[in-house]
């Protein structure tokens, strides 16, 4: 049977609110004070791309690990490139930049890559009919961007 994920939000004051999820971990969301909040919180809107960080990044190292892998830095940015002009102003592009540094195979990097956006992270592939979605990577300060799954 498959795992069913939920996520229970409660109200502490004003317009922060802390989110309980099914593993048992908490996160604090917040508004800016222009629209009533504390910033005591990320802002709601901020989270999808937190996860789409976290998951395509834990695949990728794991991947690069198990590929044996020297990698010595690892991070992944996920920044907002384009957004509707109307409400509710969804994302319409996205890009996805892994920056790693190691004696890493470039070849290898790709790879690993490539099997998080296609296959192996949910993220990416629930907010991928959405909004388009580019990745790139900056391997020891050298910038490839890849291309789509479609080969453009």
């Not at 709601?44 to 991947?63: H, K, N, Q, R, Y």
């Not at 920044?79 to 920056?99: M, N, Q, T, Y």
């Amino acid at each position: 049977m498959p795992e069913i994920a939920h996520a229970i939000l409660e109200n502490v004051n004003k317009m922060k609110f802390v989110a309980s999820t099914h593993s048992g971990h908490t996160l604090i969301m917040d508004a800016m004070p222009a629209v009533g909040g504390e910033d005591q919180g990320a802002r709601p809107a901020e989270l999808p791309f937190a996860g789409l960080a976290g998951c395509t990044g834990m695949d990728t190292i794991s991947v690069l690990h198990k590929m044996r892998q020297p990698v010595t830095k690892f991070e992944v940015a996920v920044e907002g490139l384009s957004r509707a002009d109307e409400h509710p102003k969804k994302w319409l592009e996205i890009r996805v930049i892994f920056h790693v540094e190691g004696e890493v195979d470039p070849k290898k990097l790709t790879r690993a890559i490539d099997l998080s956006r296609s296959r192996y992270c949910s993220v990416s592939v629930s907010l991928k009919p959405a909004m388009k979605i580019n990745y790139r990577y900056i391997l020891n300060g050298e910038v490839t961007d890849l291309p789509d799954e479609a080969g453009n």
